[in-house]
């Protein structure tokens, strides 16, 4: 069965400094990744997506940037985080091909201080 | 054309009864409509989904309603129960220029009060 893990769970920076967070997924491949952010209250903001290795999409221009470095590996960064960058960020993978179902990983709590 | 547009933004609701939620799209490309329930500090998780080629799905409580001509879509919690109490959010996707985006609603914030 697919798996996917985001890690870590929560996370405290000051403003300035870089972020790297990562998701990976098991037991599939070539799958479509998706990073979203929501913040508190708030709804679902898709930042980006990736349809395959080295292929990122922007969604919102922004002070993040994306990868993957590998096939079930996708990772968010940013050289130095801004108050506004505090939010849940969520990974998420699809089989791709037209097939829509999204599963999330649990999520990152990011609190920029 | 790509949003989704879901209400109400939150509604409470008694033990046992019917929660509703109501999500309407306008591009006619869409012909996948998931349901999301999420709850506090942990991802959503996909609750149930319909296709346009049926008006009804049901799983359990838990009942899509589609009507195409109108591009709504519904979700009915029948014997709605406090452990409901969640986010539930609406989406929407179709063939986009060969990407698979879901086009995700704001969200509805249901409480069930005991």
């Known amino acids: 069965s697919q798996t996917i893990h985001q890690w870590p769970a929560t996370l405290v920076q000051p403003v300035g400094s870089p972020l790297s967070l990562e998701c990976t997924v098991e037991?599939?491949?070539?799958?479509?990744l998706y990073w979203y952010r929501q913040a508190a209250g708030r709804g679902l903001q898709l930042l980006f997506y990736s349809v395959g290795i080295g292929q990122i999409s922007s969604e919102v221009p922004q002070n993040l940037s994306a990868s993957r470095p590998q096939d079930r590996q996708f990772i968010l960064s940013s050289k130095k985080l801004l108050l506004s960058d505090s939010g849940f960020y969520l990974c998420a993978w699809s089989p791709g091909q037209l097939n829509y179902g999204y599963t999330f990983g649990s999520g990152t709590r990011l609190t920029v201080v | 054309q790509q949003q989704v547009k879901q209400s109400p933004q939150s509604l409470i609701v008694q033990k046992g009864g019917i929660s509703i939620i109501n999500c309407a799209y306008e591009n006619t490309a869409f012909d996948y409509f998931p349901w999301y329930q999420q709850f506090p500090g942990k991802g959503p998780a996909l609750l149930i989904a319909i296709r346009p080629d049926v008006s009804e799905k049901k799983e359990g409580r838990f009942t899509i309603s589609f009507n195409k001509s109108a591009k709504q879509f519904s979700l009915h919690i029948m014997d709605s129960q406090p452990g409901d109490s969640a986010t539930y959010f609406c989406a929407a996707s179709g063939p986009q220029g060969g990407s698979e985006k879901l086009v995700f609603g704001k969200g509805t914030k249901l409480t069930v009060n005991p």
């Open positions: 037991g599939t491949s070539n799958p479509n």
